[in-house]
C-alpha cells in the first residue's frame, strides 16, 4: 500500500489536536503547576531513587536549572528532598502525597479527556487507530536516538 503524500502533515495535525485536548484537561485543575513543573513530578514519579543531577540529565538541563525546579516544587509542597539510605551524601527527591494526588488526577481527566473524543468515532475506526498508534510507537522506539547524543545541556 502506497503511503499518502500528506500522512506526516495528518500525523503532526492529529498530533496538535491531541495536545489541545489533553492541555484543555490539565488547564481546568485548580492547582497552578506549571506543565514543566508536571512533567519533572512525573519523571520523579516514573524514575524513583532520582537525584538533581539524574533529573537534570532527564530534563536535559544543567543541575542549578534542576535544583531551582525543585525549589519551587518544594515550596508548594509538592516535593520533598531526603537523604539517600544508601549514600547519605546523596539526595533522593521524593513526590509527596499531594504530588502523587495531584498527577493521578490528572491522569484521570486526562484519560477522560481523551476517551470522550474517541467515543465519538465509529468502533471500527477507533479498533485501526489502535493499531496504527501501537506500530507508530514501536517503529518510533527503534529509529529514535539515544537522548543527549546531538545536544548540550538546556536550562529550563
Do not use: W
Request: net charge neutral; proline share 6%.
Amino acid at each position: 500500500m502506497e503511503r499518502p503524500p500528506n500522512l506526516a502533515a495528518a500525523v503532526e495535525a492529529a498530533a496538535e489536536a491531541l495536545i489541545g485536548v489533553l492541555d484543555s484537561a490539565t488547564s481546568r485543575h485548580t492547582v497552578s503547576v506549571s506543565p514543566t513543573q508536571l512533567r519533572v513530578l512525573s519523571l520523579i514519579v516514573s524514575h524513583p531513587d532520582t537525584n538533581v543531577n539524574r533529573l537534570a540529565e532527564l530534563l536535559d538541563v544543567v543541575p542549578s536549572s534542576a535544583s531551582r525546579l525543585c525549589d519551587r516544587l518544594e515550596a508548594v509542597g509538592l516535593l520533598r528532598r531526603a537523604a539517600d539510605p544508601r549514600d547519605r551524601r546523596e539526595v533522593r527527591l521524593i513526590p509527596t502525597s499531594a504530588a502523587e494526588s495531584l498527577l493521578r488526577e490528572l491522569q484521570e481527566r486526562r484519560h477522560r479527556a481523551v476517551q470522550a473524543v474517541l467515543d465519538r468515532m465509529p468502533h471500527r475506526v477507533q479498533h485501526e487507530l489502535l493499531l496504527a498508534l501501537l506500530a507508530f510507537g514501536q517503529a518510533a522506539t527503534v529509529a529514535t536516538p539515544q537522548a543527549g547524543s546531538d545536544s548540550t545541556a538546556r536550562t529550563a
